[in-house]
């Protein structure tokens, strides 16, 4: 079965950094493509991140371009995101999800972990 | 304020059918983009329920089936069931944002 496990959300202060990791298990992980997607407490889903299965290609939400890093070790099935610069509104549940589809306008999401939490906040 | 409208809310009797509205535009549903429905139940992580605007995954029942018209997509789901209470979400490319959106999400009461 596939598997998705975040850590790394907590609690930090505004301009702060924090740095997220999502550990796969249950497919080829080289194979595929990831991406980050939050949810705002009480809000909809936000897509933030994706990074091709190879790491060559990096793409980011408006939101959040220049402040936050996705990367992806694919020797230990990890994919992680960098936030640096957090702001209160960056607040949310943190999603790291497998994705599917050829061209990008295909894309989706097809598994998802529980998430981790980060709260910005002074 | 998302990309892509969806109701607030929505509700039906056990065994109804209700159908969910995911209005866009030219730069996404209209434009031909595939749109994928998720399913969230309360304190839980999104699921996977409709891809490629009509296609459902291993596992999810065939009372649930998505439809694109123009610029608007549509999720209907036939014999409500207690189970199916939860929050729902659409999901499509957006060329003018260049990143993929989601609809504002519909909650699902089932009476």
């Known amino acids: 079965d596939v598997q998705l496990l975040e850590s790394g959300g907590g609690l930090v202060q505004p301009g702060g950094s924090l740095r997220l990791s999502c550990v796969a298990s249950?497919?080829?992980?080289?194979?595929?493509?990831m991406s980050w997607v939050r949810q705002a407490p009480g809000k909809g889903l936000e897509w933030v991140s994706d990074?091709?299965?190879?790491?060559?290609?990096?793409y980011y939400a408006d939101s959040v371009k220049g402040r936050f890093s996705i990367s992806r070790d694919n020797s230990k099935n990890m994919v992680y995101l960098q936030m640096n610069s957090l702001r209160v509104d960056d607040t949310a549940a943190y999603y790291c999800a497998k994705r599917r589809g050829g061209p990008l306008y295909t894309w989706y999401f097809d598994f998802w972990g529980r998430g981790t939490r980060v709260t910005v906040s002074s | 304020q998302s990309v892509l409208t969806q109701p607030p809310s929505v509700s039906g009797a056990p065994g109804q059918r209700v159908t969910i509205a995911c209005t866009g535009s030219s730069s996404n549903v209209g434009a031909g983009y595939n749109v994928h429905w998720y399913q969230q139940l309360p304190g839980t992580a999104p699921k996977l329920l409709i891809y490629?605007?009509?296609n459902r995954p291993s596992g999810v029942p065939d009372r649930f089936s998505g439809s694109n018209s123009g610029t608007s997509a549509s999720l209907a789901i036939t014999g409500l069931q207690a189970e199916d209470e939860a929050d729902y979400y659409c999901?499509?490319?957006?060329?003018?944002?260049?990143?993929?959106?989601f609809g504002g999400g519909t909650k699902l009461t089932v009476l």
């Open positions: 999901q499509s490319y957006d060329s003018s944002v260049s990143g993929w959106v």
């Open positions: 490629g605007n009509n």
């Open positions: 990074i091709t299965n190879s790491g060559g290609s990096t």
């Open positions: 249950g497919f080829t992980f080289s194979t595929y493509a």
